[in-house]
């Protein structure tokens, strides 16, 4: 038992160390959030399973506040994953590869900006929520992991955790989307001024 938890615990650093590898893409992707936001846009996030719940809880973080001694306006996200309703619907009429697709169809503006997390890079309905968007000119970020799928070839930015375990590339996905919350809040915050 002991032996799972060092081995756990050591895979984790080793992985959210390798993220230092993804400055640079992080920067940009929060300057290109951080413009979709002063522009009047919105930040959509979708994702399937434990990527759903990232989905929302980054979506929350900017509605709400990420940090407690940070007291902000609430920025405009939206999790596409919440809706019971509407994704049972569609998943029955439209399939459920439609699911998100549907939604950036009808809610999506061009000038937006979508996050999806896949950890294979390959979920069908975040692929087709990335082409609808890209049709309607919302610009994507990938968080992805493994060899980053199908999608990474479709999506503006990615980044790509270097690991195939899915729950050490979770955990680092986690961490990427608080990075970007904190960058976002400094960079927009700060243009503000």
Do not use: W
Not at 125 to 134: G, P, S
């Amino acid at each position: 038992m002991k032996n799972i938890i060092k081995l756990c615990l050591k895979e984790h650093i080793k992985t959210i160390e390798s993220l230092l590898d993804f400055t640079e893409d992080l920067i940009t992707s929060a300057k290109e959030m951080s413009r979709t936001l002063q522009n009047g846009g919105k930040i959509m996030l979708c994702g399937n399973g434990g990527s759903a719940a990232d989905s929302q809880h980054i979506a929350t973080e900017f509605i709400v506040r990420f940090r407690s001694d940070f007291n902000r306006q609430s920025l405009p996200a939206l999790a596409l994953t919440t809706d019971t309703s509407l994704i049972t619907a569609c998943g029955n009429d439209y399939g459920f590869e439609n699911i998100f697709a549907r939604q950036i169809e009808g809610l999506g503006n061009k000038g937006d900006f979508l996050i999806g997390i896949s950890t294979s890079g390959n979920s069908s309905n975040v692929y087709k929520a990335f082409e609808i968007a890209e049709d309607i000119g919302i610009r994507t970020l990938l968080l992805s992991g493994k060899d980053g799928g199908k999608i990474k070839n479709i999506a503006d930015n990615y980044i790509i955790v270097p690991n195939n375990n899915t729950a050490r590339i979770q955990e680092a996905h986690i961490t990427i989307g608080h990075i970007l919350c904190q960058l976002v809040e400094e960079i927009y915050f700060r243009d503000k001024k």
